[in-house]
Every structure is written in C-alpha cells, then in structure tokens.
C-alpha cells in the first residue's frame, strides 16, 4: 500500500518511525492544470463560450471545464475548489503531482502512490451545508467559516456528512480553537463515523495538552501523544484509513508544531460510514473538511 502519510500543507507526518518525508520534487504534469472531462449541468446552458454551462465565461471562469456557478475558492489560487488538485493550499505553477494522480503533493497522503482522488472539499463558503448532519448549534461564521459552541451546554457536537465506502481515505480539517471548557474538552475530525449510536474514530485535541485517537462507540483510547497548544490556535487535523487500521496527527500552523503520529485499530465499523468533525465542551470555527480516497 506504500507508506502511511498524512499530508499538512506541503509537509508529511508518516510512518513506519525513521521514513523520511516526501516532498515537492519528482515529474510534473504537462500542463498546469489537472486533466479532465468537461463536467456540465443539467441546469446550465452550454455555449461556445462557456463550456461548463455553469453561467461564467471561459475567459474568467476559474474551472473552464467543471461546473461551478459560486467560483469557490479557498486557498485563492488559479484553481476553484471545483477542479483544484489541492483546494486549501495554493498550487505551484505547474502543480507538484509526483504520482500523476490528479491531488497534488501538498494534499496527497501517498504521493509516490497513483490511484487518490479529492472525494470531497468543503470549504463552508455560504455556511452550514443544509445536506450534513448536525448536532449542537452550527452556524455561519464571519471569516468564511462555521462555528459551533459547546463550552456550555457541554452535550457535544457534530458536523458530519456521507464518506467513502471503500474504506481507505484521509479526513483532514484546519479548525481555531475559539474556547475551552473544563471536563473532556476536545475538538477533533471523524471517520468511520455513525451518528444514530455514535460510532467511528475520532483524531483529536484533548484539552490537557494532548492529541489522541480515539474510538467513539467503545469509549477507548487507542493512543495518544503531548502535544501543546493555545487558545486562538489554527490547526490541521487528519485520519488516515486502511481497512480497520487508523493513523492520526496535528499540526497547529500557528506555532508551526507538528504532533508526531499516532497508529490504532478499530473495534467497529459503520455500513454507513460519515466523515466530519466532532467537538466536546469547546468552541470552535472550522474553516475546511477533505476527503482523499485511495
């Protein structure tokens, strides 16, 4: 399967212990943009001069080829989020694709391995998405984000929608941390997940300066790491998923400080799986959500 990475924003957390991160080198694609059909809408109306139909010209479209009417941008760059090889980070012209598999490196958490694919970005531009599963009080935020706080009703909260059912991805988030509480505070990403018990695996920041991997259903910790951080923070998030086999790690991008990784099994595994994010006793703004099947 080649080696397990979580990609942060141009930078690898990966094992086994002693692999050396990948980087930026290795072949380029031929052009600089990612290779794709032309991807219209039943709704849209295709012309000679804008091909997706989606109603903003060629000229300044910024997916020519891919349906995308609100011009999405996280990250800014030359790509919307709708055809980005790597939606939350700007891309280098051309972009740095060492497999060649459409997800550039700054997003690939195996890029010397072909066959990933960007399954979904959320970049929460026009708030809560009415088709995810909430619990607690999401709502749009003032920075291009959603907001949720439970310091206190303390009940949790969560934020999930329909993941990949082959079971190998990565979930990753960047989220601040607005507030804590006392009691069980943390903030985390979720796969495997299953709202109805809840079941699923949590990587997450436990608010006594740790970050863990943790199994929801059975209520056990399968591992954890020191990890400090502060109030105000921005971090990124991700769990890795092979089969029954999960790996977690942080990065807070304010201090530029990286957990190092952590590695467990699941007791359960969900006929439904949902990917997410999943806070308790804490108050968070959650910029983006991605998923990155293998």
């Not at 990565?170 to 990403?189: D, I, K, N, Q």
């Amino acid at each position: 399967m080649g080696e397990t990475c979580i990609a942060f924003g141009g930078g690898y957390a990966c094992e086994p212990p002693g692999t050396s991160p990948q980087n930026d080198s290795g072949p380029l694609p031929p052009t600089d943009a990612p290779m794709m059909m032309i991807d219209g809408h039943p709704d849209g109306h295709v012309t000679a001069t804008d091909m997706d139909g989606d109603g903003v010209p060629d000229s300044s479209d910024n997916c020519p080829t891919v349906y995308n009417p609100d011009q999405a941008n996280e990250d800014g760059d030359r790509f919307g989020d709708a055809c980005d090889p790597c939606p939350p980070f700007p891309d280098m012209v051309p972009p740095t694709d060492s497999d060649n598999d459409g997800v550039s490196d700054a997003c690939d958490p195996r890029p010397s391995t072909p066959g990933d694919k960007i399954f979904l970005f959320e970049g929460f531009h026009h708030g809560v998405p009415t088709t995810w599963i909430k619990t607690g009080t999401w709502a749009a935020g003032s920075n291009d984000d959603v907001t949720c706080d439970d310091t206190v009703t303390a009940a949790g909260a969560t934020l999930t929608t329909p993941g990949p059912t082959d079971a190998e991805e990565t979930v990753s988030t960047e989220l601040v941390l607005l507030a804590a509480g006392t009691g069980g505070s943390r903030a985390g990403v979720v796969d495997d997940y299953d709202h109805t018990v809840p079941a699923g695996l949590s990587c997450q920041l436990n608010l006594t300066d740790k970050v863990n991997l943790f199994d929801i259903e059975p209520g056990t910790q399968v591992g954890n790491v020191a990890f400090t951080y502060a109030v105000g923070d921005r971090f990124e998030l991700g769990v890795s998923r092979d089969a029954m086999a999960f790996t977690c790690a942080a990065r807070d991008t304010t201090s530029s400080t990286s957990s190092t990784l952590i590695s467990g099994n699941s007791a359960t595994d969900s006929t439904t799986p949902e990917v997410g994010i999943r806070i308790h006793t804490t108050a968070v703004a959650v910029k983006w959500v991605m998923v990155v099947s293998h």
